[in-house]
T-cell receptor, first 113, second 114 residues
């Protein structure tokens, strides 16, 4: 079956703009995660959804970042007033009902000019 | 404060030899450890994992060893193949409150030379 998909694959925006990044998890996976990977670093946790609710949003860096998963499937990561420091690859992962193995999508590379 | 550390940014080995990738962690609450492999422009791919109740897990050419007293784990690949060339990330979960999130190291770039 299909894996985790993320759109767009690349996004270039200007400082101060608003962006939305989309994640389609593996069908039937109830847990969904967002991570951010900066150059030369490992992925860093942002937020975790179990179903429709955010079970852990402790990794969101500030209130410019917000994520939703209204129907318990597709998730959207929203970034307001983007800054150059937000430039990174944003990775989405899903897992089946809290199992530890997380399956990652290919990521969205965000560049803020 | 890096809770998961991979101190070797890169490793180069000859095809057919053993590759050993190391990882150290500081949070004694971690109870599950994973290795992910990442090719350029792709997301990380799960490779192998180990629970804290075990000290070894083997899957084909890949073996992970866990030394809880030293807070150290290693991934052994034998024999190494050119297709194994990738960045390998060590990750841990289960911190305070049994957190589901994965905490990653910075990665080690493995190059297997033909």
């Amino acid at each position: 079956g299909a894996g985790v998909s993320q759109t767009p694959s690349n996004k270039v925006t200007e400082k101060g703009k608003y962006v939305e990044l989309r994640c389609d998890p593996i069908s039937g996976h109830t847990a969904l995660y967002w991570y951010r990977q900066s150059l030369g670093q490992g992925p860093e946790f942002l937020i975790y959804f179990q179903g429709t609710g955010a079970a852990d949003d402790s990794g969101l860096p500030n209130d410019r970042f917000f994520a939703v998963r209204p129907e318990g499937s597709v998730s959207t990561l929203k970034i307001q007033r983007t800054e150059r420091g937000d430039s990174a690859v944003y990775l989405c992962a899903s897992s089946l009902n809290r199992q530890q193995q997380q399956f990652f999508g290919p990521g969205t590379r965000l560049t803020v000019l | 404060d890096q809770q998961v550390k991979q101190n070797s940014p890169s490793l180069s080995v000859q095809e057919g030899r053993i590759s050993i990738l190391n990882c150290d962690y500081t949070n004694s609450m971690f109870d599950y450890f994973l290795w992910y492999k990442k090719y350029p422009a792709e997301g990380p791919t799960f490779l192998i994992s180990i629970s804290s109740i075990k000290d070894k897990n083997e899957d084909g050419r890949f073996t992970v060893f866990l030394n809880k007293s030293a807070k150290h784990l290693s991934l052994h690949i034998v024999p190494s193949q050119p297709g194994d060339s990738a960045v390998y990330f060590c990750a841990a979960s289960g911190g305070e409150g049994g957190s589901e999130k994965l905490v990653f190291g910075k990665g080690t770039k493995l190059t297997v030379n033909p």
